[in-house]
C-alpha cells in the first residue's frame, strides 16, 4: 500500500494514486490522481526540485516529514499534515468501515473524483475547518473582507476579480492549490472545500512557520519574486480615459513640467491604435511617437501605452493569426468579445502566439522609445464569461483557464528582456501565482467610483499582497465616476492620499458624464472612440489641486523609502502594503485590525473610507509612534483618535 520511490511517499487504493514529496523549506506537495500516471505540468511549482525526507513506512500507516512540517496517512488512506506534531490540517473524511465503529457512515470522502466526458474530472479536496482560524491572501475579490474564513470565492478570473489561490493561515500555515481550474474554494465553520470543474489530479502546496513573512518568503522562494522596481516609475503616474492624440500628451506633460510636478509616466489608453489586433499608432492623430518619446524624456517622464490581446475580424493581422493557431477558438458561437467590434482574444498560452503579438509591439512601439506596456483585458475578458465555451492550447478554458495572465505577462517581460531593458514595469489587470515575476503591476480593474468600492479595494489590495503579488495599484476615485456628483471631490481626495502610500500612485478613470465628440466619423483609428473628461491633478478645481499636489510631493520626498520597500520585496516577497498583524504578529490586537496596515515596516496608515469622517481611531501597536503631520510621539499599546480634516490621512512612522 504505502512505498518510497525516489525521495516520494506513494500509496495505492482503490484506484487512486497519491504522491507526497518534500518541496521548499518546510514545505510538502501532495498530488492525487485516478490516472496510471500524474500531469506532467507542475504549474505555479514548476522547476521546484524534490528534497530527500524522512519517510516511515508501517503496514498500516506512513509518515513523511520535511523539516517542521509533516505529514501522516492512515490505513483509510486519510492525510493529516503537523507543524511541528502539532496538527493544522486534516482531510475530512465521513466513510463507514465496519473495521473501524466510531466512522460515520455518510459516505462522503476527502478527494472525490467525479468523472466527465472527455476524460476530465470534476474534483473537490476536502478538509476540516479550524475554529477560531484566520485565513488570507487568495488574491483580489471585490468585497471589503480582510478575513476569508466563512467567504466562498470563485476560482476565476474576471474583469476586477483575480484568483490566487493561495491562503496565509493564522494557525502558521500557507496553502497553494496548485491548480489554473476554474473552481471555488469554501471556506465554511464546517468544512473547507477546494473545487475544479475539470481537473486530471488534485495538486496542493503546504509550508509552515512562526510569522506570516516567513510563510511568504517560503511561498515566494518557489513561486518566484516581483523583480527590482524601477526608480523612474516609484512616483504619479498620469491617466485617463483617453487621450485621443500625440499633441494632447505633450500638452499634458508640459503643463506639469511646468508647474514643477514631478511625473513619472504618462499612459496612453485603448484605441489610438488603427484596429484591435494592429497593435500600433493610428498615423493621423500620432504621427511621431519616436519624437513625442523623446520630448517627455527631456520632462524625465516615461511613456506607457495600453496592449489589448482582443483581435478585430477587420484587423490585417486576423486571418494569419486564425489560421494559425493563434486565437483562442469558442467551442460554439463566432467571437469572444464584442466590444466596439466583432474580436477574437490571442491565446496568450501558446508560447508562438505570444512571441507573434511581442514582435508586433517592438516594432510599432518599443522600437519608437515607449518601454512600458498596459496589459489592459488581460484575465481576458469576454463578452459572456462563459468558462466551458472557449478552448486555448494549454487545455480548456475550465481545465487551465486562470493561468492566462500570467502566460500574457511572460510575452512583453521576455520580449523586453531579450531587447536588452532591464528596468521592466508593466501594468495588467489580472494576475494568477508567479505573476510577480514577470515585472507587472497589479490594478483592481474597472471599479466603481464610491466610497463602498475604496473599501473593496482597501482589503483586496492587502490580500493579493499576502498572495504573493507585491505591486499593486487602482484607479484613484474608482473608473466608472460621475464628477459632478457633490460627494466626488472629497472621494477623490481621500482615494489619493490612501494610493500615496499604496504600491503605485496612479491617476486614471472614465471621469463622466462626457459629451466630447468623436474627431472624426470613421468606423475605425484613433477618432472613433469617445474618450472622458480631464483628470490631470489641476482638473477638479484649486482646492483638490493644492491637496493632490501636497501628497505628490510627499511621495517624492519619500521614494527612497519606497524603493527600500520594493527590495524587500524581491528579496523575500514581502508586500509593500502589509497587514498589521504581518509587522506585529504577536500582538493579538493586529489579527483583527481591518481598516489600517503598514506601508512597508516603518509607516502605519490608516486611511479615511468613510464620507464625511473627520476623525479616526487608529491602534497603535507597543512602541513610540510619530504623527508625520505634526510631529507628536505617542506611546503605542493602546488606540488613539486621530484627527483628519480632509487634507490629512492619519500616519505614523515608528520611531
Not at 476527502?110 to 466527465?116: C, N
Not at 512600458?372 to 483557464?401: C, H, I, K, V
Request: proline fraction near 5%; glycine fraction near 8%.
Amino acid at each position: 500500500m504505502f512505498q518510497l520511490e525516489k525521495d516520494s511517499l506513494y500509496f495505492r487504493m482503490g484506484g487512486e494514486t497519491v504522491c507526497i514529496q518534500a518541496v521548499g523549506k518546510d514545505g510538502l506537495r501532495i498530488r492525487a490522481t485516478p490516472y496510471a500516471e500524474f500531469s506532467h505540468n507542475d504549474w505555479a511549482l514548476d522547476g521546484a526540485p524534490v528534497l530527500p525526507a524522512d519517510v516511515t513506512l508501517g503496514e498500516g500507516s506512513a509518515r513523511i516529514r520535511n523539516g517542521r512540517i509533516g505529514a501522516t496517512v492512515s490505513e483509510l488512506g486519510q492525510i493529516r499534515i503537523t507543524r511541528d506534531d502539532r496538527p493544522i490540517l486534516q482531510e475530512y473524511y465521513r466513510m463507514y468501515r465496519y473495521d473501524s465503529p466510531h466512522t460515520p457512515s455518510l459516505r462522503v470522502v476527502a478527494r472525490e473524483f467525479k468523472p466527465m466526458r472527455g476524460g476530465d474530472y470534476e474534483c473537490c479536496l476536502r478538509f476540516e475547518s479550524n475554529d477560531g482560524e484566520k485565513l488570507f491572501g487568495m488574491g483580489q475579490y471585490q468585497q471589503p473582507f480582510l478575513d476569508l474564513k466563512g467567504c466562498t470565492l470563485e476560482l476565476a478570473q474576471r474583469n476586477t476579480q483575480i484568483s490566487v489561490p493561495f491562503a496565509l493561515s493564522s494557525l502558521g500555515y500557507g496553502f497553494l492549490w496548485n491548480n489554473p481550474a476554474v473552481g471555488r474554494v469554501n471556506f465554511a465553520k464546517n468544512v473547507t472545500e477546494w473545487y475544479a470543474a475539470s481537473a486530471k489530479q488534485f495538486d496542493y502546496w503546504v509550508t509552515v512557520a512562526d510569522t506570516p513573512k516567513e510563510i511568504l518568503e517560503n511561498f515566494t522562494q518557489l513561486t518566484g519574486r516581483a523583480p527590482a522596481f524601477p526608480e523612474n516609475a516609484a512616483g504619479l503616474w498620469q491617466c485617463k480615459l483617453r487621450y485621443r492624440t500625440q499633441e494632447e500628451v505633450l500638452e499634458v506633460a508640459r503643463e506639469y513640467h511646468r508647474r514643477g510636478i514631478p511625473l513619472d509616466v504618462i499612459v496612453i489608453d485603448f484605441f489610438h491604435w488603427t484596429r484591435q489586433g494592429e497593435w500600433k499608432f493610428d498615423p493621423l492623430y500620432w504621427p511621431d511617437p519616436a519624437a513625442m518619446v523623446r520630448e517627455l524624456k527631456e520632462y524625465g517622464i516615461r511613456c506607457m501605452v495600453s496592449v489589448w490581446p482582443t483581435v478585430d475580424k477587420k484587423s490585417e493581422n486576423f486571418a494569419q493569426m486564425r489560421d494559425s493557431g493563434y486565437l483562442i477558438r469558442p467551442e460554439r458561437g463566432v467571437q469572444c468579445f464584442d466590444f466596439l467590434g466583432d474580436s477574437y482574444i490571442y491565446d496568450a498560452t501558446n508560447p508562438k502566439a505570444r512571441r507573434y503579438v511581442w514582435d508586433k509591439c517592438k516594432k510599432n512601439y518599443f522600437d519608437a522609445g515607449i518601454d512600458m506596456f498596459w496589459l489592459d483585458e488581460a484575465e481576458p475578458e469576454y463578452t459572456s464569461y462563459d468558462f466551458d465555451n472557449f478552448r486555448y492550447s494549454s487545455g480548456t478554458l475550465l481545465q487551465t483557464g486562470n493561468v492566462y495572465p500570467v502566460c500574457h505577462a511572460k510575452a512583453f517581460y521576455y520580449g523586453q528582456k531579450e531587447a536588452g531593458q532591464t528596468d521592466i514595469c508593466n501594468l495588467i489587470r489580472c494576475a494568477w501565482v508567479g505573476s510577480q515575476k514577470y515585472g507587472v503591476v497589479v490594478w483592481s480593474g474597472d471599479i466603481h467610483g464610491n466610497f463602498d468600492s475604496l473599501r473593496d479595494q482597501f482589503a483586496a489590495g492587502l490580500n493579493i499582497g499576502l498572495a504573493g503579488i507585491p505591486w499593486w495599484t487602482t484607479d484613484i476615485g474608482g473608473f466608472f465616476v460621475d464628477v459632478l456628483r457633490p460627494e466626488h471631490a472629497e472621494l477623490l481626495v481621500r482615494w489619493f492620499e490612501y494610493a500615496a502610500f499604496c504600491p503605485v500612485l496612479r491617476l486614471h478613470g472614465d471621469k463622466g458624464p462626457s459629451a466630447i465628440p468623436r474627431l472624426d466619423d470613421r468606423d475605425w483609428g484613433g477618432g472613433f472612440c469617445h474618450t472622458g473628461l480631464p483628470n490631470e491633478l489641476w482638473s477638479y478645481g484649486e482646492d483638490v489641486y493644492e491637496i493632490l499636489k501636497k501628497y505628490v510631493l510627499l511621495r517624492e520626498r519619500m521614494k527612497p523609502y519606497i524603493l527600500r520597500v520594493m527590495r524587500e520585496a524581491s528579496e523575500n516577497g514581502s508586500p509593500v502594503m502589509r497587514t498589521m498583524f504581518y509587522e506585529f504578529p504577536q500582538d493579538e490586537r493586529c489579527w483583527t485590525c481591518e481598516d489600517q496596515y503598514m506601508f512597508g515596516s516603518q509607516y502605519l496608515v490608516a486611511p479615511v473610507l468613510y464620507a464625511g469622517m473627520v476623525e479616526r481611531s487608529v491602534y497603535l501597536p507597543a512602541g513610540q509612534w510619530k504623527d508625520i503631520h505634526t510631529g507628536e510621539v505617542i506611546e503605542g499599546g493602546k488606540t488613539v483618535m486621530a484627527a483628519a480634516p480632509l487634507d490629512v490621512i492619519p500616519v505614523f512612522e515608528k520611531v
